[in-house]
């Protein structure tokens, strides 16, 4: 999974550059990276694509693989699988 998502996200691998915006940029998700439902139907990209970046409050995630969380503080030690989407521990 890490080597065909969107880790590290947002970034700007994801932005193209559009001179009729304020910002100079555009995003530009492509619909077969998006996530697909149980189908195999990959979401639309369409309203994201239409931002011209990503928040600046947007919360930064990244893959970290076989990371050992044992010592963490337990509030720390909760993440998201991001391969399942489920709480994890």
């Not at 947002?10 to 990276?33: A, M, Q």
């Not at 893959?63 to 969380?69: A, S, W």
């Not at 720390?76 to 399942?84: M, Q």
Request: charged share 20%; net charge negative; aromatic share 12%.
């Amino acid at each position: 999974m890490p080597e065909a998502c969107y880790l590290p996200y947002p970034n700007n691998f994801w932005l193209r550059e559009d001179p009729s915006t304020t910002t100079g940029y555009r995003v530009h998700l492509e619909r077969e990276t998006m996530p697909a439902d149980d189908s195999g139907e990959h979401f639309s990209p369409t309203e994201w694509n239409t931002l011209d970046g990503f928040s600046a409050s947007s919360a930064a995630l990244a893959y970290l693989g076989n990371v050992d969380l044992s010592n963490l503080p337990h509030h720390w030690a909760r993440v998201f699988a991001t391969t399942t989407l489920q709480l994890c521990r």
